[in-house]
């Protein structure tokens, strides 16, 4: 598809969506090096990407795969050693951090989740918490969506490198894409939540998607930013998802927190309300959506975007 098609497209959207009042912030279309559409609906600013913030997490990971100071098969419990309670649950020395990026830890619940993080649930020490807690099933043997599994592998990620996330993603990511130095929310004892909450302006969340179509480097500078042995891993299946038949086919399975998404080998960055990065390798396009708090992303977004937006792209 041209530029000039898609930027008629997406004027159509708009369009449609301004009509029907349609609960939706910004959307952006673009390639590995440029936004070829874009608008706002509201004013332009940072809002919380909610769960987007995951695919960072993931990103780092591999970051620090690359650099050959983390392995999918680092256990938990080994980066952790230290911190176990006496009664750990014996199964919790067999959770892997490749289990943790696909939602398979075993805890088999969804711990520090937006509504009980407000809630107290946790503190003061969430890894404490969540390693005292008894693990259900077998690690690896079942997707369970937790964001404790992502904050679990953040930590993980931390004791490796030897930093904060937050400052390991600057040098490695938000100080190369130009993008500064996000909002994020903290844990109690400040480590930045590998699960949630970054804020992020539209263009800003969806250069990590870019980064990903361009096999791990930034157009714009030529800096490579991942290697593409990575996203070839992080962003094909890895575990299969609960199968719902009312989301346009939107459950396709997970890959190393990153969505498989309905459309040929395509993926997506995706946080609670309606904060998405759909990339679409065989297009080489990346769309990006930020909504508003609430249940219109739910009940009416996802299926207009993906019937007048997204099936037309693909074509």
Not at 84 to 92: H, I, K, N, Q, S
Not at 98 to 117: H, Q, Y
Not at 145 to 167: F, I, K, P
Not at 213 to 228: E, H, Y
């Amino acid at each position: 598809m041209t530029d000039q098609s898609v930027t008629v497209l997406i004027d159509d959207f708009v369009r449609y969506a301004q009509d029907r009042d349609l609960p939706i912030e910004a959307i952006a279309v673009g390639d590995e090096s440029r936004v070829i559409a874009e608008h706002h609906f509201v004013a332009d600013k940072p809002r919380c990407i909610y769960s987007h913030t995951k695919s960072y997490m993931s990103t780092a990971v591999g970051i620090a795969i690359g650099e050959g100071l983390l392995s999918l098969d680092d256990r938990l419990a080994d980066s952790f050693a230290g911190e176990l309670p006496a009664d750990a649950d014996p199964r919790l020395g067999e959770i892997t951090l490749r289990d943790l990026l696909t939602m398979s830890s075993g805890f088999n619940g969804a711990f520090l989740m937006i509504r009980g993080r407000r809630e107290g649930e946790g503190c003061p020490n969430y890894l404490q918490y969540m390693l005292s807690k008894p693990v259900q099933v077998d690690p690896g043997s079942g997707f369970c969506y937790s964001s404790a599994d992502s904050y679990l592998a953040g930590r993980m990620l931390e004791q490796a490198v030897g930093m904060r996330m937050g400052e390991y993603l600057w040098r490695h990511v938000f100080e190369p894409l130009g993008q500064g130095w996000p909002v994020w929310e903290n844990d109690p004892q400040g480590h930045p939540l590998g699960g949630s909450s970054i804020e992020m302006r539209l263009t800003e969340m969806m250069k990590l998607g870019q980064v990903f179509l361009n096999d791990g480097v930034w157009a714009p500078t030529g800096t490579r930013i991942v290697d593409p042995e990575w996203i070839a891993q992080a962003t094909v299946r890895q575990i299969d998802t609960p199968i719902r038949t009312d989301d346009d086919g939107w459950s396709n399975g997970y890959g190393y927190q990153w969505w498989m998404s309905p459309y040929p080998r395509a993926y997506r960055a995706d946080g609670a309300y309606g904060q998405i990065t759909t990339v679409l390798p065989e297009q080489g396009l990346v769309v990006a959506i930020q909504c508003p708090e609430g249940d219109g992303w739910e009940t009416t977004v996802r299926h207009e975007l993906h019937e007048r937006v997204m099936l037309p792209l693909v074509g």
